[in-house]
């Protein structure tokens, strides 16, 4: 769908081919808001024609905004005009990009950008893709630590730093070289805000303004890692440093956004047993997702294969009280819905870091408590339902089998609470045991904890069957 | 658990009562540190204690970062001390904070802190409390249009704003009134940020360089609103406007990550069928959380009874065919599965505007195929599994009822596969047609969409066996 706002008025500057209108209208909005315009009815090609009136630095940074199948597409197609363009991305984007193309396209592309363009995107693109060194840039600002603040402000105006970067600006030490004689990272020595350079007396050293109680990320450390520091503390941007502590480049606000909105995505399909899909819903490829769809529903159905045995165990009763299984997926049922409930909370705590695995008594406590306190609800609704509600069919054949009308209530009010403890008791404590042995506790989805509980809570069922009917 | 680096260091000081060290402590370490080591096992005295002899500023900046509840709790203890406090927190925090006390303690600490922040507090506490109007600070730092760059760092100067607001400067209309004569908001003209006028020429107008472009949020727009706009542009702060585009405050980007953690924290709990819980898992009060899994496990078990009556229905083919029960678990936990992906994608998916309403005709056809490509695998399985594993006692059951075993094969086979195909058209499409009747999508949660198709599974399943057995 097109822009409702400046679609029509684009397309006829494009019909026109008024190429000082295009650049009027690529400079002056937002680059977010032009690429809304330039939505999926524009080719490549025409998307090249309404950007490339304007200047290099305005096409780069609507480019960056286009989302990233789009920039494929558009490079694929007009690899000469790309050069300049690329040179002029802000680095971590860059980055992104150029993991994703395929390599001959990028051979080709670096040979069209300069020497230090090519060597920042070789340094970026080494990373490994999630880890705090694919995140970061490296279009950072610089002090060393003997300058005043009028120095300092003369200084960051010839490195005139992207918008996203200039508000801490980083103090380093002076440079040294590796054994091999390669210039190493110069080492970290302190941050220093740009309110704190201009609000300070002009002759004031930067060494003594700058804050040297740094949090530091290390390029190899988890994404998980960022999204915690940056909840943690209010910041704009944290430097990553290597094993010397030498800056090697920062993660910005703006791209920890995208990965805290990226994991509650993946939290979610996890938690319904999708394994993670990236991207768009209906442009993701079919077949990827057939496959993270079918993978966990085959696990699980093979898993849920062990209810035909566990049912087939208590065949010689099931003959003789047919008409008490009506009420079996009603049970089951309780025990996945709490034990999903139970699952879902324990998960999202222990990825929050609300909860430690040595809570486990506290969470066992707590869970017990809570699920006897939800089964009493529970079976005071079974109870009224079995006594009220049963359908005649079944009371004809309860009075044919010689059996007592309360057993049947008791059998429904206790098969119900007995899953609804089972299934929270599962769904709390399998996550822990699971992060306990080393693995991802969001592998315990909602569907396995109801799978599990299905098989358990058909054994309690036949118990109660065998206890009050034989 | 106390902080492990600074946690016995700290215990050793309030022993002493070493006030120095502790204010040195304090005013050394980023208050989010300072905060983690003041854990669960000090009291709100004890905390006083450590943090009463650093700068009030400092104090308030560790209050701030202090967990709503110990917020709460040390101000019910120490009334007289918190007014200044109160005076120096920042503006948003602080609204939130006085949201949530008790009216009585409000009015109490609103005597205590001085006019210029009263009316602040009064302005920010009106506000919904799921509006951007919550979110918003009123700390912002503003110029006139009329002034050259280095006038405006000297204005700036005298502003010295809070870190956080600094960065974007908002250029503000001269003032007006409202028709009863009290002053109106000034209207807001334009942005700059603070790099773009440390880079000019000094002698620069603000009203040559400021971007009027503008991207503002209304003061009663949801949260939703604001976590897209931020995911769409790159911004450190967001104006918030009235109707009249008069500048209210500004909400930052430190903000919003709280606000899309605690989105994605909701989102899972309700794709889990539990009413959103706010806060720490074990923190949270035990009947409000009872209350909240409860209702949801209520509504679910009284809708699953329809079971109980289909399955009643089909009571006199049970009382002839109870071993073909065993499978019937089986089949219907396909149908929860398969639903519960398809919900929860549709469901995310509509959550970050990736898929729009008109779309639903993609969508069905879509989940159409998929689902076909699911049930193909899992059709296969299920025929490998009843042929080569079929426990001996159905066989037998089998053979004595006189039916064949490839119906056998039959029944489990397609039962499996349409209970996969209805319970992923039923998952993808339900959410969409809860958003066009105007609900939320997530309240079709995975155990409203098993439930559901556990009852269409028994009609399924029942069907299938009529057609072939008798």
């Known amino acids: 769908m097109s822009h409702p706002l400046f679609g029509p008025e684009l397309k006829l500057l494009l019909e026109e081919n008024n190429a000082e209108a295009m650049s009027a209208f690529c400079e002056s909005l937002h680059p977010a808001t032009v690429v809304e315009a330039l939505d999926d009815e524009y080719t490549p090609e025409q998307i090249w024609e309404v950007i490339s009136p304007s200047s290099i630095s305005t096409q780069a940074a609507i480019f960056e905004y286009l989302p990233l199948a789009r920039q494929i597409e558009m490079i694929e197609n007009a690899r000469p005009q790309v050069g300049q363009l690329i040179g ?125 109680e740094l949090v530091a990320l290390h390029f190899n450390d988890g994404l998980e890692k960022v999204t915690q520091i940056f909840q943690r503390y209010d910041f704009i941007a944290v430097p990553v440093v290597d094993e010397k502590y030498g800056l090697v480049g920062i993660v910005t606000h703006d791209d920890v956004l995208d990965v805290v909105t990226e994991e509650a995505t993946e ?28 993978k966990w529903l085959a696990v699980l159905f093979i898993f849920q294969m062990v209810t035909i045995n566990v049912m087939a165990h208590y065949e010689g009763e099931m003959k003789s009280i047919a008409f008490l299984l009506v009420f079996i997926p009603l049970c089951l049922s309780v025990g996945g819905n709490s034990g999903s409930q139970a699952a879902t909370l324990v998960t999202r705590a222990l990825a929050l870091q609300q909860i430690q695995l040595h809570d486990w008594v506290k969470v066992f406590r707590r869970e017990l408590l809570m699920a006897l306190a939800l089964a009493a609800g529970l079976g005071l609704l079974a109870i009224l339902r079995t006594w009220f509600l049963t359908p005649l069919s079944v009371e004809t054949d309860l009075i044919i089998a010689g059996a007592r009308f309360t057993h049947l209530v008791w059998l429904v009010t206790f098969s119900v609470m007995g899953t609804c403890v089972t299934g929270a008791l599962v769904g709390a404590l399998l996550p822990m045991l699971i992060k306990w042995i080393g693995g991802d506790p969001a592998l315990m989805s909602s569907p396995f904890i109801a799978t599990l509980s299905d098989v358990l809570g058909i054994v309690i069922y036949f118990n109660i069957v065998a206890m009050l009917f034989f």
Chains 1, 2 share one sequence.
Do not use: C
Not at 267 to 294: H, M
């Open 88 to 212: 002029k991305m802000s680095h971590d984007d860059r980055a992104d990009l150029l993991r994703r193309l395929p390599p001959r396209v990028v051979e080709a592309l670096i040979r069209l950008v300069d020497e230090a363009d090519r060597k920042d995107i070789a340094t970026l693109v080494q990373y490994g893709e999630n880890t705090v060194g694919s995140l970061m840039t490296t279009d950072y600002a610089w002090l060393p630590a003997t300058v005043s603040t009028a120095e300092a402000i003369e200084l960051l105006r010839q490195q005139a730093p992207d918008r996203e970067t200039i508000y801490y600006v980083y103090v380093l030490d002076e440079p040294t070289r590796r054994v091999d004689n390669s210039p190493a990272p110069r080492r970290l020595l302190g941050v220093i805000s740009l309110r704190d350079i201009i609000l300070a007396p002009r002759q004031a050293m930067v060494r003594d303004l700058m804050d040297t």
């Open 267 to 294: 939290s979610l399909q996890r938690q319904a047993a999708v394994g993670p899909i990236e991207g768009n819903y209906l442009e993701a490829k079919f077949w990827t997702v057939w496959y993270n769809r079918f």
